[in-house]
């Protein structure tokens, strides 16, 4: 299984950004998908969760309104928009899969590397 995130970048305070999470080796309408960020000097947290028949979204609190979870099956890729992103946005995120369980992302299975996000002026 691989998943590989990509669309990172450096974006001015009030811009936007589309993250991408292509995954393989197994079908990703099977799985609950989750975004999670390491800010630098931090741990790291959960942004949002897309249940596997995406019926249910789950969002940190400092990320609703502002981010959009996800997914395309004919691609086999889940996305995290971001908009209006704030300089406190900036962090390495991360993408990951979790079979599917009563509670969203709390045991993730599966994960990709991270790109990275920076929002700086």
């Known amino acids: 299984v691989q998943l590989q995130a990509s669309g990172g970048g450096l974006v001015q305070p009030g811009g936007s950004l589309r993250l991408s999470c292509a995954v393989s080796g197994v079908s990703l309408d099977d799985y609950t998908v989750g975004w999670f960020r390491r800010a630098p000097g931090k741990e790291r947290e959960g942004v949002s969760c897309?249940?596997?028949?995406?019926?249910?979204?789950k969002y940190a609190e400092s990320v609703k309104g502002r981010f959009t979870i996800s997914r395309d099956s004919a691609r086999n890729t889940a996305y995290l928009q971001m908009d209006s992103l704030k300089p406190e946005d900036t962090a390495v995120y991360y993408c990951a899969l979790e079979w599917p369980r009563k509670r969203l992302c709390t045991g993730m299975d599966y994960w990709g590397k991270g790109t990275l996000v920076t929002v700086s002026s």
């Open positions: 897309l249940s596997h028949n995406a019926g249910n979204t």
